[in-house]
C-alpha cells in the first residue's frame, strides 16, 4: 500500500512539475513575440468562454474528472467500459451544440464580454473564439478519459497532459520566427490567430493521445452499445451539475473583470502575464497548507473533538498568513528583477513591463485575502455546510462588479465618470483583493454558528505583527538592492535575486520570530 501511494505520488508530482515548467516556457515564448499587445489581448478574450468550460468540464480535478472518478472506481471493468461510452456521448453531444452556438455567435460574445475593445482587437478575437469553439467537445473527452484514467491508478498520463498545448505554442512560434524571416506573407496571415490555431492542435493531440491510453486500459472499444442507460450515468450527472455550477461562479469574476478591462490597451495581456506569475506559488502553498488540514478537520468534528479542532484552525491560518504575507513582500520587493528575467525579451517592451510591474504588485497585495478566503471555505466544506460559501460567492459577484466599477472612476456612458480617480487596470486587480477581505471576514464570523469561536482579537493582533514584520523586511532589503538597472547582464538580474531573496526571507524568518508570530522550528525544515 505504502509503495502503491508513493508511486502515485511520484507520477502526479513528476507529472505536474513537467507540465507547470513547459507552461513557464510557453509564457516567455509568448512574451518575447506578442508582449503586452493587441493580438494576445484578443487571444484571452477569445480564450475566456472555452477556457471556462475547459476547466469545468475538462480540466484535472475538475467537477466532470471528480466525478468519474468516484463513480467508475469500484465498477467492473466492463461496466466501467459502458458507462464511460455512454456519458462520454451524451456529454460530447452536448458540448458540440454549445461549440457550435459558439462559432456562430463569436462576434455577438465578444461584444458583450469586450465592449470596449477596438474595432480590430473585437473581430481578432471574434476570429480566434471561432478556431478555438471545436476545443470544448474534445476538452469534455479528456475530462472524461482522465477520471477513466484516475479510476484505474493510470496517474502519469492525466498529470502530463497539458503539457502537449504548452509544447504546440512552443513549436508554432519557433515555426513563425523561422518562417517570419523567410516570407512576410506569412507573417500577416497567421500572426493574429497564432495562439488560437496552437491551442486547438496541441487539444486535438491532447485528445488523441487520450482515446489511446484509454483504449489501452480497456475502457474504450469501438464497437456499438445496446445498453441504453446505467444508474451511474445519473449519479455521474447529479455530481457534475451542481459541482460545475459552484465552481462557475470563480469564473464570473473573471468575465466582470475583463469587461472592465476591454477600456485599457494592453490591460488582457497585463492580467494574463501577471496572474500567471502568482499563480504559480500560491498553488503551491494551497496544496501544501490546506489539503493536508482537510483530513484532520473531518475526523475531529466527528469526534466532536471541538477544543483541539480550534487550535488546529487557529495555527493554519496563521501559518497562511505567515506564508503569503512572506510572498507579497517578496512580488513587492522584487517586482522589478522578476518580470524583466521573466517576461523582457523580443515583443515585452519596457512599456509592457511597467504595465505588468505594477499589476503583479497589486496582485500581491491581495494574496493574504485570497488564500486565507480559500482556506476557510475549505473548513466549511469539511463540515458539510455548503450553503454559506456559495452566498458569499454570489454577494462577491456583485461586490466585484461594484468595486471594479468604482476604482475605474465610476464610468457612465456619454457621460464621463462620476469620481474624480481612476486605477485603471490595477484597480481591478485591486477589487478582487477587497472582496476576498470582505467575506474572509464574513466567513470567519459567521464559523461560529458551527464551531467553537475562533480568537479574532489575537488574530488581528498576529495579522498585524507579521504584517510589521513584512514592511520592515521589504524596506531593509529594498534599500540594499536598489542598485537595479534594467540594462545589467541576465547572470547580474539572476545573482541579485538571489542574494536579495536570502537577504529578505532571512529578515522576514528573523522579524517573526522576535515578534512571536512564527512557530516554524528550524530542525523542521532539515
Known amino acids: 500500500m505504502y509503495s502503491f501511494l508513493k508511486n502515485n505520488i511520484f507520477s502526479i508530482s513528476l507529472g505536474t512539475t513537467l507540465s507547470k515548467f513547459a507552461g513557464f516556457l510557453r509564457q516567455i515564448f509568448i512574451a518575447a513575440l506578442f508582449g503586452v499587445g493587441f493580438a494576445y489581448d484578443a487571444y484571452n478574450y477569445a480564450y475566456i468562454i472555452p477556457g471556462f468550460l475547459i476547466i469545468i468540464i475538462g480540466g484535472i480535478n475538475g467537477p466532470l474528472h471528480n466525478a468519474v472518478v468516484a463513480i467508475l472506481t469500484p465498477l467492473e471493468e466492463n461496466i466501467a467500459r459502458q458507462v464511460l461510452q455512454n456519458i462520454s456521448l451524451k456529454i460530447i453531444l ?36 471561432k478556431i478555438l469553439s471545436p476545443c470544448i467537445p474534445l476538452s469534455g473527452f479528456n475530462g472524461l478519459s482522465y477520471g477513466a484514467l484516475n479510476s484505474k491508478n493510470k496517474f502519469f498520463t492525466s498529470s502530463i497532459s497539458p503539457i502537449i498545448v504548452s509544447i504546440v505554442t512552443i513549436i508554432f512560434i519557433s515555426f513563425y520566427w523561422f518562417f517570419n524571416v523567410k516570407n512576410q506573407i506569412f507573417n500577416n496571415l497567421f500572426y ?8 486547438l492542435a496541441g487539444t486535438f493531440i491532447q485528445t488523441i493521445i487520450q482515446i489511446y491510453e484509454t483504449h489501452k486500459i480497456g475502457l474504450i472499444k469501438f464497437s456499438f452499445n445496446n445498453r441504453k442507460s446505467f444508474s451511474e450515468e445519473t449519479r455521474i450527472l447529479n455530481l457534475i451539475i451542481p459541482a460545475s455550477f459552484s465552481s462557475g461562479l470563480g469564473q464570473i469574476n473573471v468575465f466582470i473583470d475583463m469587461f472592465f478591462a476591454s477600456s485599457f490597451k494592453g490591460a488582457a495581456s497585463g492580467l494574463a502575464y501577471g496572474n500567471f506569475l502568482i499563480q504559480a506559488p500560491l498553488g503551491i502553498l494551497s496544496n501544501a497548507l490546506i489539503l493536508p488540514l482537510l ?15 480550534n487550535k488546529i484552525l487557529m495555527n493554519s491560518i496563521e501559518y497562511c498568513l505567515l506564508a503569503t504575507f512572506l510572498l507579497t ?26 504595465i505588468v510591474k505594477n499589476i503583479l504588485i497589486a496582485y ?20 458539510e455546510e455548503s450553503s454559506l460559501p456559495f452566498k458569499s460567492s454570489i454577494y462577491g459577484i456583485g461586490l466585484n462588479f461594484l468595486f471594479d466599477w468604482m476604482l475605474i472612476g465610476a464610468p457612465i456612458a456619454n457621460s464621463g465618470n462620476l469620481l474624480p480617480y481612476n486605477f485603471g487596470v490595477v484597480g481591478l486587480v485591486l477589487s478582487s483583493g477587497i472582496v476576498n477581505l470582505i467575506i474572509c471576514i464574513i466567513l470567519s464570523i459567521k464559523l461560529k454558528n458551527f464551531i467553537k469561536p475562533l480568537s479574532h482579537m489575537i488574530l488581528l493582533r498576529k495579522t498585524f505583527l507579521i504584517f510589521i514584520a513584512s514592511i520592515f523586511s521589504i524596506t531593509i532589503s529594498h534599500n540594499i538592492i536598489n542598485f537595479y538597472d534594467p540594462s545589467l547582464n541576465e547572470f ?11 537577504i529578505y526571507l532571512s529578515l522576514y524568518f528573523f522579524l517573526t520570530k522576535l515578534l512571536k508570530v512564527n512557530k516554524l522550528n528550524l530542525k523542521f525544515l532539515r
Open 329 to 354: 513582500g517578496f512580488f513587492i520587493c522584487f517586482n522589478d528583477l522578476l518580470v524583466d528575467l521573466v517576461f523582457r525579451r523580443g515583443a515585452f517592451n519596457i512599456q509592457s513591463a511597467i
Open 295 to 309: 483530513p484532520k478537520v473531518s475526523k475531529l468534528i466527528n469526534k466532536k473533538n471541538n477544543q483541539k479542532l
Open 364 to 383: 500581491a497585495i491581495g494574496l493574504p485575502a485570497y488564500l486565507y478566503r480559500d482556506l476557510l471555505i475549505r473548513i466549511y466544506y469539511s463540515i
Open 94 to 129: 452536448m458540448l458540440l451544440i454549445i461549440s457550435l452556438l459558439i462559432y456562430l455567435n463569436s462576434e455577438l460574445i465578444i461584444n458583450i464580454i469586450g465592449p470596449n475593445l477596438d474595432k480590430e482587437t473585437q473581430l481578432i478575437a471574434a476570429r480566434q473564439l
Open 192 to 199: 493574429s490567430e497564432l495562439l488560437s490555431l496552437a491551442t
Open 492 to 502: 547580474v538580474k539572476i545573482f541579485m535575486l538571489s542574494i536579495g531573496s536570502i
